[in-house]
């Protein structure tokens, strides 16, 4: 096991009351709120007046800034900053998604640096002092609700990058499962692949790799990802596979499993970076269709075996484990209705090339351009086409 | 799944190296500690030299509160208060076990109160503000270093009473395996079976009985205790036994298991408390002993049951499985040398109605009398007995 930290500061609320809890539990952050959210459809279900209703009640006053889309945008980081810098917020709330709270973690460190805070994503520079925030969370997947990472795409480079900050937990988050019932099967999919890919990417690409606590609580994860995402698929409005898909994937990337594994690299989301930041296609489509190249590149290798014998319960003596292995997770991806290929999700086969220069220089920018060099992230592309 | 809060937040630095870290994390909190531990094994092992040495580095003067015993006393908690009330410290630094870190907790919350601190273990005060606690663990099992929990022990009465309260998280604690490698056998079995019992608790007395992921969590704490336990036993300086068991007790009691459980009992706790408060045998020692008169007495429950098919992966068609199952926990405490019963313990028989009366105060106290008559108490007392 090797060293290291956990310190998780967010306070969850979690379940169908987790609302109620609002009046009681913000006030203490202050008076003023940037609203942020995605679309209409929190207008749609109600949500938005009810929010509104919440936050009269507690005595808080706010700003909206709406119209964050997935995928979010650099652009709309700094329509965030200089409307905050106009108002004023004691704290940043989001209601949404990843992209949602992503763009509310980016405005939060930005609104108290003076260059652009692109600087964050490019390692230019370090968040010194940010503005609280507090999640309502509509989606599941990304985990945002519950770490300290925000991924912004810069609008003319078309490139994704990440920011890592201890600042950027979110003070509180509430998790309303209910709140998901509406969300489309086609975006349940995505994030539950998402949030599986999370515990994937720890699982096969860390320093430690012996068979310990941590691969367990992996284990656990996933095996209820995979279960429960079948679940809210066929059946949008059942609550315990909406609560168990919410609560796992926040538990995903929250640093709980990641304890004692050492360094690890999350290379399928580096490559993801280029697809969903240069087509806009669902970042848990990129994922899917990248999980399955890559199982299907490495599925002879012996992380990927010892995924199959723990999170599909197959056998170590089955001669056939890899193919069997594969066949089961582009099953589930069948299940979930995702299209498992680049061709399949109208990707040009002649952009490959663009790709693996993109993705090299997310590499590089990691210091990880010798694990990963460019014929490599071109074996995964070319697999991940048919 | 039932609604629920998750919050902890406790900062670990866990390692080899964790220790090297204090120079750096702790001066935050101030200059001065009241630096509590437990019997001289710390001056033995040159632990206390090594302390010495970075609280200088790290400009901390401290006064030292030493001799706390096991089943920690409330005359300890008073001297504790009275020694900082003089020194006024501006954090507590508890070096050693649950014992140490349960009295810190108590002299913490104490020390603002001008009341009897047992009032607050009586349930007759609530605790409004605490000095900060750091912890250094050198010994695994209560999991109080990243709990908000402190069972303190009346000297006279000699009952044994729990305090819950969110200021009672610690604000750092160190855990380093290492220091764990000096802990004896009978000790480190103590405190893995003190940490199963934990989730056994959780798993069998819930009010959510479902198959959810919180389960599967608590399915892969108890594999790995019952795995690294048997090892290190054997083997007391394997770091990845000692770091797994560890870290494994740390997650057991830290709020993460029992998110979506509901209310839940800890029927065993409460029961074992009547045995180390009354007759100082190890809390540990208790706790098997009563786990296995639980298990044999209610070995055809269906959630024992259950245990037994996902913990010691016995088949539900085995008509044998509560015998089996049984036998596999027996096994377990054999391996790890511990008695198995009161009688082995050397508890006299005599004493089972007093007891049962002390037992019976702890569930009236918790509102938990309906569910656990005298009678109920009695029954599992018996079975223990041989």
């Known amino acids: 096991m090797k060293d290291f ?17 609002i009046p009681k539990e913000i006030p203490i952050l202050g008076k003023k709120a940037l609203w942020a959210y995605g679309k209409t459809s929190i207008k749609k279900t109600g949500l938005y007046e009810k929010i509104k209703e919440l936050l009269s009640k507690a005595n808080i006053d706010f700003v909206e800034l709406g119209e964050i889309k997935s995928n979010p945008l650099l ?11 106009k108002y004023k ?31 964050f994503f490019e390692k230019k520079a370090t968040p010194e002092k940010a503005l609280p925030i ?27 990058h990440s920011l890592r900050s201890p600042l950027l937990f979110p003070k509180i988050s509430f998790l309303d499962p209910t709140l998901t019932f509406t969300v489309s099967p086609e975006y349940t999919a995505y ?24 691969e367990d609580l992996m284990v656990a994860l996933m095996k209820n990802i995979l279960k429960w995402s079948k679940i809210a698929i066929k059946d949008p ?12 994937s926040s538990l995903a990337l929250c640093g709980l499993i990641k304890s004692g594994i050492g360094t690890y690299r999350f290379p399928i989301h580096a490559i993801e970076h280029t697809l969903s930041g240069g087509y806009d296609i669902p970042h848990g489509l990129g994922l899917a269709i990248l999980m399955r190249a890559w199982i299907k590149k490495f599925k002879e290798n012996n992380m990927i075996k010892r995924f199959f014998i723990k999170v599909f319960d197959l056998s170590a003596k089955d001669r056939d484990i890899s193919d069997k292995g594969l066949e089961i997770f582009e099953n589930w991806l069948k299940e979930l209705r995702i299209p498992i290929n680049l ?15 993109k993705a090299f220089n997310i590499f590089v920018l990691y210091g990880a351009e010798k694990e990963y060099p460019k014929e490599k992230i071109r074996e995964i592309l070319e697999t991940a086409y048919f």
Chains 1, 2 share one sequence.
């Not at 507090?134 to 990304?142: D, E, F, M, N, P």
């Open 5 to 21: 930290e956990f310190h998780i500061p967010t306070k969850v609320i979690f379940g169908k009351k987790a609302l109620q809890k």
């Open 75 to 85: 652009s709309k980081v700094i329509e965030g900053i200089e409307l905050a810098r």
């Open 89 to 119: 917020p004691d704290f940043i709330l989001a209601v949404g998604g990843g992209s949602v709270i992503d763009t509310a973690k980016a405005i939060s460190c930005g609104y108290y640096y003076e260059g652009d805070p692109w600087d």
């Open 134 to 160: 507090v999640v309502i969370l509509t989606i599941s997947g990304t985990g945002s609700e519950l770490n300290e990472v925000s991924v912004i795409t810069h609008d003319t480079q078309k490139i994704k």
């Open 191 to 214: 994030g539950a692949v998402d949030a599986f890919s999370h515990v994937f990417e720890f699982f096969i690409n860390r320093e430690y790799k012996k068979d310990f606590l941590a």
């Open 237 to 248: 409005f059942n609550y315990e596979a909406r609560a168990n898909l919410m609560w796992a």
């Open 343 to 357: 061709k399949e999700a109208g990707i040009p086969e002649e952009d490959i090339e663009i790709l693996v220069d």
